[in-house]
């Protein structure tokens, strides 16, 4: 870029700046974002290295006199480059970051240094911390999880004026992108919780639910404060005799399993003949805080199991539970096996924790010093803001997730591009206080679910080992919420006929990874070997969908083949079509 460019884009933003200024201050004092709380508490990070860590001091030395090397030679061969001269890289980026796909990263001198010299920082800081050995394996994941997000969020990518294409784009549009980005970042600013920026990361305009989502056809015959239930139109003669329920996770929409034709495990799952039922959730709001976990469990699938055997007459059902949606499932059949209530035929667990000893990085969000403050501002509130814990989701992949759309939407001034998946992702759920206070308790804070009667609900002890129930566990190897190893703690703690399968891609996309069109493979192993590790390093790899793996599994506990089931009947008449009014409550 030269020079006189160089100030025309610095003038650019001189003068936007001062309107970006007095925008956001207009936001902030008309609502009650003066208090805004951070999900990433970086002050914590100087008191996570004050206590229990040793420093490898001759790993650390050695790391500095590289870096110091490797600067050194970066600045003659930046002085190389401006003269003219053609030379190699110090230091290049992984081959899956995306940040610097555009050529003038590698071509422009000035450019290529600021994105090395960015890159052997951000290498000398992981290494710094990579030498620290902690007493509290808790404290470390902390501690390299605020550094990769400081890493994260000082890229040059993420400034205008060190970003060639937010450059480009302020001299071609004559400031025009800045506009529309400032547009663009308080639209999403007034949307947003107190607690968090919700970004926007797909045209949420573009779909409709009924029509391009959520669109196989059913009947809402059934619902209570907590749920509506959908029961889906047979397209098969004969059908099952057991019926088939999904219960989806209640911190979001269940449309994720029935999203367009090439995804719908929902319609798929009709075309192989079962009678399909579904769980939707509310989008609880303050009214609903004093709901507890207890009343989830008695109001979502027991409520719905007492419907579907009236309404089919039969006494067994396949119950499929996805994520948070898994884990209640699991609550749900040890305390109706401890009251003799054995209609849940068979388990299928999609990505699910039953054991929280290795919750992976949200944990960094749940740690013991942070989880009194979220319990204290939640029951105040009386809900989870389903936004909060969006962001929260997202910075697991922040460069992806969240600095992308930072750079694309406010910097460059464009709108992002229509997606189904990240449409669902936006759609957010809200959780009751006291349902949050008690899952939270007694999953990621104490661990309790998985200890035999450490938990109890409604008097009843909770004792997963003890439900022998025929059980299918599918975790998916990218899974960066779920920990595949971690799903399989589960699946070891239970006393039944156990399957597991390890699907590629990650917590949404390896799920929804259909028959037809899907892309990712998967792994079995018809044995339960003593450690996830050891499972896969003797499991066969298949190529395609698991749910033909699934189906396999779960058809031979069906039961005979009857005539198809006609929606809902004359007690459970049509309330409206699916897929009911509950999924549409946004937030």
């Known amino acids: 870029m030269e020079s006189n460019e160089q100030k025309e884009v610095a003038d650019f933003l001189e003068q936007y700046s001062e309107i970006f200024n007095t925008m956001v201050k207009q936001v902030l004092s008309g609502s009650d974002k ?54 190699e890289s110090v230091v290049s980026e992984k081959r899956n970051d995306k940040r610097f796909k555009d050529s003038e990263w590698s071509e422009n001198p000035v450019y290529n240094y600021l994105k090395q010299s960015y890159l052997l920082s951000s290498n000398m800081m992981q290494d710094t911390v990579n030498s620290l050995h902690f007493d509290d394996p808790k404290a470390e994941e902390q501690v390299k999880f605020y550094t990769r997000q400081y890493i994260s969020s000082v890229s040059p ?22 506009i529309k980005g400032l547009q663009n970042f308080m639209q999403d600013l007034q949307q947003s919780p ?84 579904v769980i939707s959730w509310i989008n609880p709001d303050k009214t609903l805080s004093h709901k507890g976990f207890n009343d989830y469990m008695k109001e979502g699938p027991i409520a719905s199991l007492d419907v579907i055997e009236e309404l089919t007459k039969s006494s067994k059902v396949n119950v499929v539970g996805y994520c948070i949606g898994g884990t209640l499932l699991a609550t749900t059949q040890s305390y109706l096996l401890a009251k003799g209530d054995t209609r849940i035929n068979s388990l299928t667990f999609l990505t699910t924790l039953l054991d929280f000893s290795e919750p992976g990085e949200i944990g960094v969000y749940l740690s013991e010093k942070m989880l009194p403050f979220l319990k204290k501002d939640i029951k105040e509130k009386g809900i989870l803001d389903g936004r909060v814990l969006g962001l929260a989701f997202s910075m697991l992949r922040e460069n992806s997730l969240f600095w992308s759309y930072f750079v694309n939407n406010y910097l460059k001034g464009k709108d992002p591009a229509p997606f189904d998946i990240l449409y669902w992702n936006s759609d957010s759920s809200n959780l009751p206080a006291e349902t949050f206070d008690f899952y939270m308790t007694n999953t990621y804070q104490e661990n309790n679910l998985i200890k035999d009667g450490a938990v109890e609900v409604e008097g009843v002890p909770i004792e997963l080992g003890k439900i022998d129930t025929p059980s299918y566990f599918l975790a998916t ?71 033909t793996d699934w189906e396999n599994w779960v058809e031979p506990q069906s039961g005979k083949q009857v005539t198809a089931r006609k929606q809902g009947s004359k007690k459970y008449a049509s309330i409206e079509a699916a897929p009911g009014s509950y999924v549409r409550k946004r937030i």
């Open 34 to 87: 003066e208090n805004l709380n951070s999900m990433i508490d970086s002050e914590k990070l100087t008191e996570l290295l004050s206590k229990g860590v040793k420093v490898d001091t001759a790993e650390l030395f050695s790391k500095q006199m590289s870096f110091m090397t490797q600067q050194a030679e970066l600045w003659q061969n930046a002085t190389k480059a401006l003269l003219g001269s053609k030379v």
């Open 157 to 178: 990518t993420n400034n205008a004026l060190t970003n060639p294409e937010v450059c480009r784009d302020i001299l071609e549009s004559k400031g025009e992108n800045l």
């Open 194 to 277: 107190a607690d968090a920026l919700k970004i926007n990361q797909t045209d949420v305009d573009a779909f409709t639910l009924g029509e391009d989502l959520a669109y196989t056809p059913g009947d809402v015959i059934y619902q209570n404060d907590l749920i509506q239930l959908i029961q889906y139109k047979a397209t098969t003669k004969k059908v099952n005799e057991v019926p088939l329920l999904f219960i989806p996770p209640f911190i979001n929409k269940y449309y994720v399993l029935d999203m367009d034709e090439q995804k719908s495990l929902i319609k798929w799952a009709v075309g192989q003949g079962h009678t399909v039922f």
């Open 477 to 547: 190897i990218a899974d960066h919420i779920v920990l595949w190893q971690a799903s399989y703690k589960g699946a070891k703690a239970l006393s039944g006929p156990t399957r597991f399968v390890l699907a590629g891609s990650g917590h949404l996309a390896g799920v929804i990874n259909s028959v037809d069109h899907g892309k990712y493979p998967h792994w079995v192993n018809d044995e339960l070997s003593d450690t996830a590790e050891q499972w896969f390093e003797s499991s066969t790899k298949k190529e395609g969908s698991w749910w």
